[in-house]
């Protein structure tokens, strides 16, 4: 369409993910005239299949722990029997109320909400047919003079023989029941996490995986504190290895692995990553190019080769975490109906994996620092004061990574408890590029585990030139 062309909205917003929610609403905050397109659910994965349900499961598989660690406090407390239905039914309650909340933000800001699928026609028009969320719609045709795809991602399976007896992320928050035995394959965020929400919840967990350790591209101190505590936890971890095949006997699932090794189980669940969500959105109308894997490409303002059609978010495969596609969200409807750019730190994204106990990260790894030059290495390894009664054998793992020749604290990396909580804290002390020397004349809070960032004296090493 020729600029000058009336179009039906200023912005139109195909996703309402965390990422696609934030920039609807603020460019509707700056006066445009704003739609949004979903399909499935409002709130996006987060909300309704990733962050959000998942941290309820982990919080729910660690009530048996706190019931046996607090006879150690000399309480007399006595576990009870778990229910899968009780805990799934409260998990969709709250997700219900979080649907109503997203699309109550929206409405209340102005969006107006189109329920379907959408499909582009042209680099202007987008064609939205129905979903199951409203099969009695009719089409219907939009116009828009900017379109910005929050589409995110979906998970993805192997390629092996029974694969379409496993599920995936997806899936594994509507199980009906609770399986006993469980194999977990791949050792990213979602493996790890289910790995041990399992395993808290009483289930036989078998995690496969094919590195050495789980957790590809985290600091290689926390790999290592990590595959301890999946251990700690009772899981079986068959490390280097992949799964050939997977047959259904009776009732029961069987993987076969490359070393030889069966599991039996009753549910296989694949954590082998997600791509991006770019298929069936009628991209072949427009210039937008897409990666082999399904990438969005983009340039640094979120624009696509195609004027006027932008991309943010999981779809873009950059960072895929929730607040990074909020991040974007926000700079880029402020850039294009405020005229003001807004400044966040994508360098120093702080990242947690919730498993029990949780680990969390913020800036570079040891070996990332090393390959910039030299770094001093502090690292702190005790148990909790908690578990000096609880008699639990878990441990923590505190690490900063200081660039020598500014002594500027680069990375910060932790597996304990609360680890996500602090980490937050020290995201800020690493943006702000603070020194070791701030970090060591503030005062702890004491008795702390966080303390312990304030107090690491003795370096444990130097590494690189």
């Known amino acids: 369409m020729p600029e000058n062309t009336s179009y039906d909205v200023d912005l139109l917003v195909i996703g309402a993910g965390s990422g696609g929610v934030r920039c609807a609403r603020i460019a509707a905050g700056h006066g445009a005239k704003v739609a949004v397109v979903e399909s499935r659910h409002w709130g996006g994965t987060c909300v309704n299949l990733g962050c959000v349900p998942k941290k309820l499961m982990v919080q729910a598989s660690e009530y048996g722990d706190y ?14 029997a778990f229910d899968w239905g009780k805990l799934i039914a409260a998990k969709d309650k709250e997700i219900s109320r979080l649907n109503g909340i997203y699309v109550s933000m929206l409405e209340k800001a102005g969006v107006k909400l189109l329920t379907g699928f959408a499909s582009f026609e042209d680099a202007h028009t987008i064609l939205v047919t129905p979903s199951e969320l409203d099969p009695e719609a009719k089409p219907e045709r939009i116009t828009a003079k900017r379109i910005v795809i929050a589409t995110g991602s979906t998970p993805s399976k192997l390629e092996i023989v029974g694969s379409d007896l496993a599920i995936t992320s997806d899936e594994v928050f509507g199980l009906k029941e609770m399986p006993e035995r469980v194999c977990i394959i791949g050792s990213g965020y979602i493996g790890i996490e289910f790995a041990g929400i399992f395993a808290g919840l009483g289930a036989k967990v078998d995690l496969v995986y094919r590195q050495a350790l789980p ?50 189980v009753d549910c296989v669940l694949m954590a082998t990553g997600r791509h991006p969500k770019s298929q069936k959105l009628g991209l072949e109308n427009t210039r ?5 894997e399904g990438r969005i490409e983009v340039d640094r303002h979120f624009e696509t080769a195609e004027p006027g059609v932008f991309a943010i978010g999981d779809v873009t495969n950059h960072l895929n975490l929730t607040p990074v596609a909020i991040a974007e969200g926000h700079i880029l409807a402020d850039r294009l109906f405020a005229d003001r750019s807004r400044e966040w730190s994508f360098e120093t994204t702080p990242k947690a994996v919730f498993f029990t106990p949780p680990l ?26 908690r578990h000096t009664l609880s008699g639990r054998e878990r441990r923590t793992l505190m690490k900063l990574v200081v660039d020598q020749g500014t002594q500027k604290v680069v990375g910060a990396h ?16 690493v943006t702000a590029g ?12 004491h008795p702390s585990s966080a303390e312990e960032f304030v107090t690491m004296r003795t370096r444990t090493r130097v590494t690189g030139d």
């Open 360 to 385: 969390a990260s913020v800036g570079l790894s040891e070996a990332e620092a090393a390959e910039k030059g030299a770094v001093d290495v502090y690292v702190s390894k005790f148990r909790p004061m």
């Open 67 to 80: 019931v046996e660690d607090s006879h150690g406090f000399g309480w007399n407390t006595q576990e009870g």
């Open 288 to 292: 937008v190019r897409r990666t082999e």
């Open 414 to 429: 932790m597996l304990g408890e609360d680890a996500p909580e602090l980490m937050q804290g020290l995201a800020i002390a």
């Open 434 to 445: 603070l020194r070791k020397a701030d970090f060591d004349r503030t005062i702890g809070i």
């Open 215 to 264: 957790l590809r591209g985290f600091d290689e101190d926390l790999r290592e504190a990590l595959h301890e505590a999946i251990n700690q936890r009772g899981v079986t971890q068959h490390t280097q290895a992949s799964p050939q095949r997977i047959r259904k006997e009776g009732e029961a699932l069987v993987v076969t692995l490359d070393n030889g090794t069966e599991l039996t």
